[in-house]
């Protein structure tokens, strides 16, 4: 069965809920709010809701390691 859009954007919204619980964890002095306006600035994000990159089907370990790569962070060493 193929997914639909609808289906596609449910799970790219679940899967930014996820990462930015996530993120929280290596960051916890900031915010949820900063964390989700940060990663909301993202290319990371902008891709996650692009359809054809097929990134709302993955886990939010590869979104996360996606978005560090992309900021620079090494997640080894947060």
């Given at each position: 069965?193929?997914a639909t859009k609808e289906v596609k954007e449910f799970c790219a919204h679940n899967l930014v809920?996820?990462?930015?619980?996530?993120?929280?964890?290596?960051?916890?002095?900031?915010?949820?709010?900063?964390?989700?306006?940060?990663?909301?600035?993202?290319?990371?994000?902008?891709?996650?809701?692009?359809?054809?990159?097929?990134?709302?089907?993955?886990?939010?370990?590869?979104?996360?390691?996606?978005?560090?790569?992309?900021?620079?962070?090494?997640?080894?060493?947060?």
């Amino acid at each position: 069965m193929k997914a639909t859009k609808e289906v596609k954007e449910f799970c790219a919204h679940n899967l930014v809920c996820m990462v930015i619980n996530d993120i929280k964890g290596y960051f916890p002095n900031m915010s949820e709010n900063q964390i989700l306006s940060d990663f909301t600035a993202s290319k990371t994000y902008s891709e996650l809701f692009r359809e054809e990159t097929g990134l709302w089907a993955e886990g939010p370990d590869y979104i996360i390691n996606m978005y560090f790569e992309e900021k620079g962070i090494n997640k080894g060493g947060v």
